[in-house]
């Protein structure tokens, strides 16, 4: 059975920094791009960035560019999510995803999910 299991969320000022893990099992996960996802209060789930299987190639959607970033052990079947300068706007519960082979931006082409971790930016 497959699982992805998030940590590291909480309650940070603006500015201040969080790291996320995401910690795989069930899965070869060398064979999985890793996504990281964000729903906000009252808005769509929406892509916040992805890595390749092997490569270490990332993509991020604009908003947190230069801000966070994605990277993954796969010897820890773990995918780590690094925010810096957070901001209020980025308030929401972050998911990881995995998707079979290929980085993706979009939710439906995710295989798997975790259950979220919940950040808060807040001062």
């Known amino acids: 059975q497959v699982q992805l299991v998030e940590s590291g969320g909480g309650l940070v000022q603006p500015g201040g920094s969080l790291r996320l893990s995401c910690v795989a099992s069930?899965?070869?996960?060398?064979?999985?791009?890793m996504g990281w996802f964000r729903q906000g209060p009252g808005k769509e789930r929406e892509f916040v960035a992805t890595?390749?299987?092997?490569?270490?190639?990332?993509y991020y959607t604009n908003s947190v560019k230069g801000r966070f970033t994605i990277s993954r052990d796969n010897a820890k079947n773990t995918v780590y999510l690094q925010m810096n300068s957070l901001k209020p706007e980025d308030t929401a519960i972050y998911y990881c995803?995995?998707?079979?082979?290929?980085?993706?931006?979009?939710?439906?082409?995710?295989?798997?999910w975790g259950q979220g971790t919940q950040v808060i930016v807040s001062s």
């Open positions: 995803g995995a998707n079979y082979r290929y980085m993706s931006r979009t939710e439906g082409e995710y295989d798997y």
């Open positions: 069930g899965l070869t996960f060398s064979l999985y791009a």
């Open positions: 890595i390749d299987p092997t490569h270490n190639l990332t």
